[in-house]
């Protein structure tokens, strides 16, 4: 069945445009974010829960790409999960990456306008932030090409610069600074730690959002996801072990911009290095503000166009071939979530989206291979079912740890889902056929 031209994307993705909104997504994590862990567990506490999580993205990625390889659909987990458990499976996982992606945008605006009012304290934080949506909504709907073109220029700029953090600060690092109370909460701390730092890595499955718009798929998407990845494990370690060596790590985990203020103590906050630091510190934010709403606008349009949301939200612009209502909703949802939380709250609850979101995919991959042995796959999960189970394992320690020590944030999370669930049946939408070709394969309701 042809899908109707006006739900359908425009093919114009490379590998180089990957790579870049690969780690646009994720590179604000680096930024900002992964410093409120060492609040709960200490720099080597901390050090710790990050190697536990970076083995666990290391198993999912070199799984997750099988996945996407294999089906190249704009609804990344959505899809898999439908094809492999039928409309319940693929509401749970859409809606967890909804919450994923939806709710790292206000997280990173919150930075932004954080970064803005560190270079000029008249800037409101908060309506900076709310200027950031508007501008990168208009940029996203004008069209996929030119928007992933601004991800190669602008992450190429994001990297640059944590390599310059590093060399700054490298000849100021010392032991004694990073050792000083290294793990004052024990083990407790390593396992509170967790979603802070997942933030280090959280969503580079955003790739997936963009299948639709990539050409040649089953080639291209395996490249962009394992060299993002190798780029991202080097520089969240190489920022976080340099920044705790800098000073007391304290004065740093509860700030919006610690990276700003660490060379600012290396280098005192009136040179004009740290000023330079600062201000183009924005292009990391900037990276991964634009990936996400470029991919949450693409998981509701895939939800929408399955018909799991509102159907005008599957419509693409004549003109710019991009889902604008879609862009638009996400930008709403953004705008809420700035009014009403905070940012190391809305950095939670968007983990708390990704790592079900992870789960429900290594379980959609075993599912596949199972019921779906024939079906193309152009890349196929490293050590197979080794690598699946660890990240299934890791993202479900994960998800435990942070249902411990945020009860409240878990409940709001799992309350949305319950609702949804709950409306789901009483519209009957899980007994609907999907008119999409991707999921045709899916188990159909009976």
Known sequence: METPDNKQLKKVLRPVHLWAIAVGLVISGEYFGWNFGWAVSG??????????????????????????????HAGGAFAYAYRAMGPFGGLIAGY?????????????????????????????????????NIVFILLNIWGVKESAGFSVFITILAVAELLLFMGVVGPHFKMANFMTNPMPFGWAGVFAA??????????????????????????????????????????????????GGITDWHKLSALDYPLP???????????????????????GLIASFHGTILASSRQVFAMARSGFL??????????????????????????????????SQIII???????????????????????????????????????????????AVCMVAIMYYNFKISLLFFGGLALCLLVFMLMGIHKKPVLDDELMNAPQPV
């Open 43 to 72: 720099t080597v506490g901390f050090l710790i829960a990050t190697l536990l999580v970076t083995v666990m993205y290391v198993a999912f990625i070199f799984s997750y790409t099988e996945l996407t390889a294999a089906i190249p």
């Open 96 to 132: 967890a990456t909804l919450v994923d992606f939806l709710f790292a945008t206000p997280a990173i605006a919150f930075a932004l306008g954080s970064y803005l009012h560190f270079l000029y304290p008249v800037v409101d934080v908060f309506w900076s932030a709310v200027a950031f």
């Open 194 to 243: 967790l979603p802070f730092a997942v933030w280090f890595y959280l969503a580079i499955e955003g790739v997936a959002m963009v299948a639709e718009e990539v050409k040649d798929p089953k080639r291209n998407i395996p490249r962009g996801y394992l060299s993002a990845l190798a780029t991202l494990v080097f520089l969240a370690l190489g920022v976080m072990i340099f920044a």
């Open 261 to 283: 203020e660490a060379i600012g103590i290396a280098l005192g906050k009136t040179s004009g290095l740290t000023q330079l630091f600062a201000s183009i510190g924005l292009f």
């Open 310 to 343: 509102p159907g005008p939200l599957a419509v693409v612009n004549h003109q710019f071939k991009t889902p604008h209502w879609a862009i638009v909703a996400g930008g709403l949802v953004s705008f809420i979530a700035l009014y009403t939380g905070t940012t």
């Open 349 to 395: 609850l968007s983990v708390m989206g990704a790592v079900v979101m992870y789960m429900m995919s290594m379980v959609s991959l075993f599912v596949l291979r199972r019921r779906e042995p024939l079906l193309e796959r152009p890349f196929r999960a490293f050590f197979y079912p080794v690598f699946p189970a660890i990240a299934l394992l890791l993202s």
